[in-house]
């Protein structure tokens, strides 16, 4: 009973395997026949990105500057209270000697 269940397994696993080669061979037949359009969807999205590119970079660029403006201007108060602070602090001239 032992001797047919690894002769059962040993002949799944090379199915397995003979179902896997045909497959490699089916798949690298199939991508040597896409491959012109594989090259044309490379030079499409290559020229898509040169026209689309420098708007998404404006956007990102105002986006970016929005959401610094945003976190900067709760923090104006605090910076105007350290300035005061430090035009008090700082010596109105210079020591003779260091």
């Known amino acids: 009973m032992g001797a047919l269940v690894i002769g059962f397994a040993f002949m799944v696993a090379a199915v397995f395997v003979a179902l896997a080669v045909v497959g490699l061979v089916f798949k690298i037949a199939l991508r040597l026949l896409l491959l012109p359009l594989l ?21 990102g660029l105002v986006a970016f500057l929005v959401v610094g403006l945003t976190l900067a201007v709760p923090l104006l108060p605090l910076a105007a209270l350290a300035a005061i602070v430090w035009l008090l602090v700082r010596p109105s001239r210079r020591p003779a000697v260091a």
Do not use: D, E, N, R
């Open 39 to 59: 090259l044309l969807k490379f030079i499409v999205l290559g020229v898509t990105m040169l026209v689309i590119g420098p708007v998404l970079f404006a956007v």
